[in-house]
């Protein structure tokens, strides 16, 4: 089973391409959320607020796939969908990826503009450290506080991540569990009456 995706570690380094006077800086960060977008693009802003443009395209989701495409202002499809096309060449997910344009008083047609977002998108992936994560299924555990022995020896076997937990006389635990080892898992606890597992919906 296919269990992970490739996003980036961190933030890239700016990079630039130019062409005609005209200059492309490029960004490329790790998202969660859509929130994450809005609030990266709002920094851009106020960094480069003399800038003509700022086109993007943003991916999220490993099985539901969402994303999204921005021209801002430059002709259709010449801006955002080059970003995403690099996007889709490095295979990579829960990214955005930016270019701020500085328009240098020559146009550049269609075809410069598809020429140089792409450029600039590709570079500023290329700048990045991509990095492959697991895809992680979420379940939460309830049990009575005299099982937290047993709960915890399988949670530390099976190098288990956990989220959350409340611990009381009765217990909760959030765990999270690999794609490929989530039918394992669920069978050891399901066994252990009676404990309660279900899983949670992210």
């Known amino acids: 089973m296919d269990d992970t995706y490739k996003t980036l570690e961190k933030p890239s380094e700016e990079t630039l391409f130019k062409d005609r006077n005209s200059k ?13 977008v809005s609030l990266r693009l709002d920094l851009l802003k106020k960094k480069h607020h003399s800038a003509r443009h700022f086109c993007y395209a943003w991916q999220l989701g490993t099985a539901a ?7 801002d202002g430059e002709p259709n499809h010449t801006a955002g969908m080059p970003i995403y096309g690099q996007i889709q060449s490095f295979q990579l997910t829960n990214i955005l990826v930016v270019s701020v344009r500085y328009f240098g008083g020559i146009k550049l047609g269609a075809g410069g503009l598809v020429n140089a977002y792409r450029n600039s998108a590709r570079l500023a992936i290329e700048a990045s450290l991509i990095i492959k994560k697991t895809i992680d299924l979420s379940f939460e555990l309830h049990f009575e506080y005299d099982m937290m022995g047993k709960v915890m020896k399988i949670i530390r076997k099976h190098q288990l991540k ?18 490929s080892d989530a039918a394992k898992i669920l069978g050891i606890f399901e066994c252990m009456y009676p404990l309660t597992i279900r899983q949670l919906e992210v």
């Open 24 to 36: 492309f800086f490029g960004y490329a960060f790790p998202i969660a959320t859509e929130t994450d």
């Open 65 to 71: 796939i969402k994303y999204r495409v921005n021209d």
């Open 162 to 179: 956990i989220s959350a937990q409340e611990l009381a006389r009765t217990c909760k635990i959030c765990i999270k569990v690999r794609k």
